[in-house]
């Protein structure tokens, strides 16, 4: 089966910093494109970040450019999402999800992707 797990969300305050795991089993990382979206309440999904697997490319929104850093580690078949210097529009709740950066940077959900539970970001101000 294939799974998506999402950690490491939490409170922080305001220029904190947090780093987002999304463990994967059932696929390799290092073969697919791993992105994550973020959806706050009332406001539309948003694409944040995207590695691609084919040449490690990497895709940020301009909310997060210089702020947020994706990483992967295929030995661990882990995608990390090291957030920095955090802001209150940051807080949303974050997902992963296996599908390519084109879909993720459209902050689009399809049902042929598969996409990790979510873990949720605060940050007060």
């Known amino acids: 089966d294939v799974q998506l797990q999402a950690s490491g969300g939490g409170l922080v305050q305001a220029g904190g910093s947090l780093r987002l795991s999304c463990a994967v089993s059932g696929f390799t990382v290092g073969r697919n494109p791993i992105g994550w979206i973020r959806q706050a309440p009332e406001k539309a999904r948003e694409g944040v970040s995207c590695i691609s697997s084919r040449d490690d490319s990497t895709y940020y929104a301009d909310s997060v450019k210089g702020r947020f850093t994706i990483s992967r580690d295929n030995a661990k078949n882990t995608v990390y999402l090291q957030m920095n210097s955090l802001k209150p529009e940051d807080t949303a709740v974050y997902y992963c999800?296996?599908?390519?950066?084109?879909?993720?940077?459209?902050?689009?959900?399809?049902?042929?992707?598969?996409w990790g539970q979510g873990t949720q970001v605060t940050v007060s101000s």
């Open positions: 999800a296996a599908a390519p950066c084109t879909v993720v940077a459209e902050g689009r959900y399809r049902g042929s992707d598969w």
